[in-house]
Nanobody
Framework: VQLQASGGGLVQAGGSLRLSCTASRAPSGRYTESWFRQAPGKEREFVSATHWSGGSGGRTIYADSAKGRFTISRDNAKNTFYLQMNSLSPEDTAVYYC???????????????????WGQGTLVTVSS
């Protein structure tokens, strides 16, 4: 799977950004598309995911820091998934990465080491 992330930039606190990740394949079977972020000097952390278990639709999952502010979505026609980020704060400043992996079990979704496919990262800077 090849992933291409875009959409980062500089935004003031309280503002919004939408990140995009174009994928080279569509979800099928057990499959997960996720967003992670890594702030300077910190470990990469989970932000949000859509997890398909082979049924009709995907289940969205959010880190506590993202709940109520961020929304993950997908445009199947464009094979692109998004992270809409609202009410941004300086604490959201980080490089954001998209990731994808087939075959993940539920307990592995938030673990970055479980993913074998990554986009190149896009920098989000939130000024106060």
């Amino acid at each position: 799977v090849q992933l291409q992330a875009s959409g980062g930039g500089l935004v003031q606190a309280g503002g919004s950004l939408r990140l995009s990740c174009t994928a080279s394949r569509a979800p099928s079977g057990r499959y997960t598309e996720s967003w992670f972020r890594q702030a300077p000097g910190k470990e990469r952390e989970f932000v949000s995911a859509t997890h398909w278990s082979g049924g009709s639709g995907g289940r969205t999952i959010y880190a506590d820091s993202a709940k109520g502010r961020f929304t993950i979505s997908r445009d199947n026609a464009k094979n692109t998934f998004y992270l809409q980020m609202n009410s941004l704060s300086p604490e959201d400043t980080a490089v954001y990465y998209c990731a994808a992996q087939a075959g993940l079990i539920q307990s592995s979704i938030r673990n970055p080491t479980a993913y074998g496919h990554w986009g190149q990262g896009t920098l989000v800077t939130v000024s106060s």
